[in-house]
T-cell receptor
């Protein structure tokens, strides 16, 4: 049973445009959500996170939106750059304090930025 | 800041031998570290939670006698794959928690022949 779902295995976006990556979750105990960027044969790199008490968090070109009632979050990257091409994982955790719980990951979305 | 290292980055071993993978938080202390595994074209799957000074907590389906975890200090956790078999070949990644956020190591590619 996939508790964190990224339904788009891949996404192609033109350079300079907005990239929107989506993530849905089923476990209502999830309270903290993170986005990671990953290249093949490397560990994930943390991008941005959001706690369930917020509906938006912004950091530079990256913005994460959370719709708790819909159990949906999205990552917006604007403007998209060639270096953004990678696999993006959505991850969720039951608690927002202490980092004491393992993350549940989605299957990832391969973002391809076209020049 | 928040750098996590793993060693080795790649290891090839014979079936039946044991392999130790080290995970270190370089610039922060982590009371909790995590071990994940990733099969080709699949997501990262949590194997176990490593707590400094206490026993690790394993996820369902992960054999604790096969994947030995030691978290001897606030900056080091080790994963030992005992009596490795070809089906243990995978990409193993650790993370260290700093408050709510987990920072990941670069991963270790294990190939068991």
């Amino acid at each position: 049973d996939q508790q964190v779902k990224q339904n788009s295995p891949s996404l192609s976006v033109q350079e300079g445009r907005i990239s929107i990556l989506n993530c849905d979750y089923t476990n209502s105990m999830f309270d903290y959500f993170l986005w990671y960027k990953k290249y093949p044969a490397e560990g994930p790199t943390f991008l941005i996170s959001i706690s369930s008490i917020k509906d938006k968090n912004e950091d530079g070109r990256f913005t994460v939106f959370l719709n708790k009632s819909a159990k949906h979050l999205s990552l917006h990257i604007v403007p998209s750059q060639p270096g953004d091409s990678a696999v993006y994982f959505c991850a969720a955790s039951p608690y927002s304090g202490g980092g004491a719980d393992g993350l549940t990951f989605g299957k990832g979305t391969h973002l391809i930025i076209q020049p | 800041g928040a750098v996590v290292s793993q060693h080795p980055s790649r290891v090839i071993c014979k079936s039946g031998t044991s392999v130790k993978i080290e995970c270190r938080s370089l610039d922060f202390q982590a009371t909790t570290m995590f071990w994940y595994r990733q099969f080709p074209k699949q997501s990262l799957m949590l194997m176990a939670t490593s707590n400094e000074g206490s026993k690790a907590t394993y996820e369902q389906g992960v054999e604790k006698d096969k994947f030995l975890i030691n978290h001897a200090s606030l900056t080091l956790s080790t994963l030992t794959v005992t009596s490795a078999h070809p089906e243990d070949s995978s990409f193993y990644i650790c993370s260290a928690a700093q408050e709510e956020t987990q920072y990941f190591g670069p991963g270790t590619r294990l190939l068991v022949l």
